[in-house]
């Protein structure tokens, strides 16, 4: 069974339809990338996966691990094992790194009747997570995203994916803003989070992040609907050609 | 650290929104409603007290007549008749005690469901408590370990018979009986409170800890309390509120004195969590409280740390006269309202004595339809010569419907005064709501979450022990405020 299904998905922000109709399967262990023009509504699939009050789906549905989603609040489908990592993360002044990290990991160890974690395990566990993505103990003191800097949010949205091992993770542009050392790191990261039932969708605008974190299909969309798919070779062709060069798209 | 946990579960266990509504079924005896001479010469003598307090009653009863009621704060307050209150409403069986083995079982059994263990083994180490019951303190812990450092911790009836001599001396000394309406009316009915005094150089081995509860129905609250810490001595103090639900309003009008003498250190802490009506404003506890500390002594310091979640109504200004020679004032302040509920709240800091320095932080939280208001005096006098004050004033606002509005009022005598004010509003976003649910967190914990980080400044200053509950607190006093 797949792990993500989209079937038919139309969605509307303010009354404008973005989406006009999605097809997606994504079946376990796979990585697909989602490459388009600004604008063509990559963010906004994001969101309406997840959930985002706003955005009203008008037709289709979602389907995680064979169950239909759309119905759900947003944090029931995160504690379901979804994880958005955002393309502009958000700053949460006064809320310090810890008791949101950990937070979210409790609430998601209570949906599954398991004990919450041992303060004590749980700053080893982040301490170690962050050092393999080059995130000081400093940076962990802080409030959430207040002052980090464009790279140093990406980052964080990935220790935040490694602690909470979602099943399906959307990853919005999250090689933005970081620099050549710091994609590398972060790729490795997310290398490592790859296993045989976690999938991913990695929504990039550049074939670079493809070459790290290498995708088993490529989907571009333009205009709200996905104009074309096919494996990693089509991320080439876009970074060669432009999407202008690419049949049926924008 | 046990008993924090045990505070917790009983504010989860109790059930309603408002943890505290319930009524204790319990037999009092209550004064008839009204407000005369006779009704005052009756609590005096309920008090036993001795001539000089009847006469000091008096005085301010006759005062209180002749004033009007204040209208000059942001809130709008329904007509109190002031003859429809009992103004006093003991428990039966709370004469005459001497230990804790004599308190009806029923109190102690109140006190439990609040949170507040009055058995000595339960409580909290290191804290003693006075318990005050409608009109009467019904039970002071620990006074023995606190006798044997010199330390006077009891209910100010007491010590209006036992150490009349520091009472007369004190009582009146820092908010004289006409400074307002409200303070005016609490001197001629005050029935009962905490009296505080730490001699000279003695640090207070215990957190000093009252806890007010109303229960009787149209009864009002009127406690005095009195601290006295000479020099060089310290002592640190708690007092926390709730009431049960009741459909009218309800009036507590408190006063609290403070005196700081020569490097003399009080740190004052409320945590008050008074009914704070229904989603329409109906019911719910007005809280008219004056406070105020008077650092007489050179570099003496006060410190006022509240946090304020409950009340239909708040009006409270704890202040500080800065007297002494490089003494210091404090106002740590968190203040959340939702619903229909109103305050209006703040901090004077009165400049008097050379190199005084004063601190403000306020936080106020506006959920629901409420209105949030900080009013400040920072007052710097011609005589206090490079006096500071620094204020920090930031509103956090959930919802649509709420108001912020901060007050300040700055007078400066002195050029050589330094007076900083900053000053903020922010919304709690959608988008900051939604990466929190993106989490797996729910809505109310990321409100709580959001919330408690903005006011962590002042949280941080509250006693250990009370930091976590006062944090519950500020959670359940927001639930249903967004969505
Ligand atoms: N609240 C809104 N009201 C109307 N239109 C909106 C709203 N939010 C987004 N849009 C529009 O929806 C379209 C898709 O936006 P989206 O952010 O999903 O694009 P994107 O593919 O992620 O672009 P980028 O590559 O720049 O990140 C855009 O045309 C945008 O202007
Ligand atoms: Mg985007």
Redesign the pocket.
């Given at each position: 069974m797949s792990i993500l299904e989209i079937r038919g998905l139309k969605a509307s922000?303010?009354g404008?339809e973005?989406l006009h109709g999605i097809d997606l399967i994504v079946n376990p262990g796979e990585v697909h990338a989602i490459m388009?023009?600004?604008?063509?509504?990559?963010?906004?699939?994001s969101y309406v996966l997840s959930g985002r009050a706003?955005y009203e789906i008008t037709g289709g549905d979602i389907l995680l691990n064979g169950n239909s989603i759309i119905d759900m609040e947003a944090d029931v489908r995160a504690r379901l094992g979804l994880f958005l990592a955002f393309?502009y993360p958000v700053e949460l002044p006064g809320v310090s790194g810890m008791s949101f990290l950990r937070a979210a990991i409790n609430a998601r160890l209570r949906e599954e009747n398991q004990e919450e974690v041992d303060q004590l395990a749980f700053v080893k566990m982040v301490r170690a997570e962050a050092k393999k993505l080059g995130i000081s103990d400093e940076m962990l003191k802080r409030a959430v995203n207040v002052g980090f800097s464009g790279g140093e949010k990406k980052r964080y949205e990935i220790l935040q994916m490694a602690l909470l091992k979602p099943i399906m993770a959307i990853l919005?542009?999250t090689d933005s803003g970081l620099d050549v050392d710091a994609l590398k790191i972060v790729s490795e990261g997310v290398n490592l989070l790859r296993n045989p039932y976690r999938s991913m969708l990695v929504?990039t605008?550049y074939q670079r992040l493809l070459s790290h974190i290498i995708p088993d299909k490529v989907h571009i969309?333009s205009n709200g609907v996905i104009a074309k798919s096919g494996d990693k070779t089509l991320a080439l062709q876009v970074e060669e050609n432009g999407y202008s060069g690419i049949d049926d798209a924008a | 650290m046990v008993a924090t946990v045990e505070t917790i579960s009983a504010v989860e266990e109790a059930t309603g929104k408002y943890k505290y509504g319930f009524v204790t079924d319990i037999a009092s005896e209550k004064a008839p409603k009204g407000l005369n001479e006779d009704i005052i010469r009756f609590i005096s003598e309920k008090k036993s007290e001795p001539e000089w307090m009847l006469k000091w009653r008096l005085k301010a009863y006759r005062h209180w007549l002749k004033m009007p009621e204040p209208n000059w704060s942001k809130l709008s307050i329904e007509p109190i008749d002031y003859n429809d209150i009992h103004y006093y409403s003991a428990p039966k069986s709370a004469e005459k005690l001497n230990s804790i083995a004599d308190v009806d079982p029923e109190l102690i059994a109140t006190y439990e469901k609040l949170g507040i263990p009055l058995n000595e083994q339960k409580m909290l180490a290191g804290v003693a408590v006075d318990a005050v019951f409608d009109s009467v303190s019904v039970a002071t812990t620990f006074r023995e370990e606190l006798s044997k450092a010199g330390v006077i911790f009891c209910p100010i009836s007491e010590a209006i018979q036992k150490y009349p001599e520091l009472v007369k001396k004190y009582l009146g000394s820092v908010i004289p009986v006409a400074d307002n309406y409200f303070s005016a009316l609490n001197c001629a009915v005050f029935t009962d409170g905490s009296f505080v005094y730490v001699p000279k150089n003695v640090r207070c081995p215990l957190e000093l800890s009252t806890y007010f509860r109303i229960n009787e129905q149209n009864t009002g609250q009127f406690e005095r309390t009195l601290i006295i810490v000479e020099d060089g001595g310290y002592v640190s103090y708690l007092e926390g509120c709730t009431a049960p639900q009741r459909d009218e309003n309800q009036l507590h009008a408190a006063v609290v004195e403070l005196v700081a003498l020569t490097d003399a250190e009080i740190k004052y802490s409320t945590v008050q969590n008074w009914y704070p009506g229904d989603e329409n404003g109906k019911g719910g506890i007005y809280n008219f409280v004056t406070k105020r500390g008077s650092c007489r002594g050179d570099r003496s310091k006060i410190s006022w740390t509240q946090v304020e979640t409950g009340s239909a109504i708040t009006w409270k200004y704890p202040s500080c006269v800065l007297r002494g020679k490089n003494s210091v004032g404090e106002f740590y302040s968190v203040a959340v309202t939702n619903g229909a509920q109103q305050a209006d709240t703040g901090t004077k800091m009165i400049h008097l004595g050379e190199g005084s320095k004063s601190t403000i932080i306020s936080k106020g939280i506006s959920a629901g339809k409420s209105q949030n208001t900080y009013r400040g005096l920072v007052e710097i006098n011609r005589g206090a010569e490079s006096a500071r004050n620094f204020t920090q004033c930031d509103s956090l606002l959930v919802g649509q419907l709420c108001g912020a509005h901060t007050v300040p009022y700055i007078v400066s005598r002195n050029p050589s005064g330094k007076i900083e004010h900053e000053a903020t509003t922010s919304r709690i976003s959608e988008e900051q709501l939604f990466y929190c649910l993106q989490r797996g967190i729910s809505e109310e914990d990321a409100v709580s979450l959001i919330v408690n980080g903005f006011c962590k400044e002042v949280m941080k200053e509250l006693p250990m022990e009370f930091a976590v509950e006062a944090q519950k607190l500020i959670g359940i006093s927001l639930e249903g405020s967004v969505g």
């Open positions: 922000v303010d404008n973005i388009g023009p600004n604008g063509s509504g990559k963010s906004t699939l706003g393309q919005d542009e929504i605008h969309l | -």
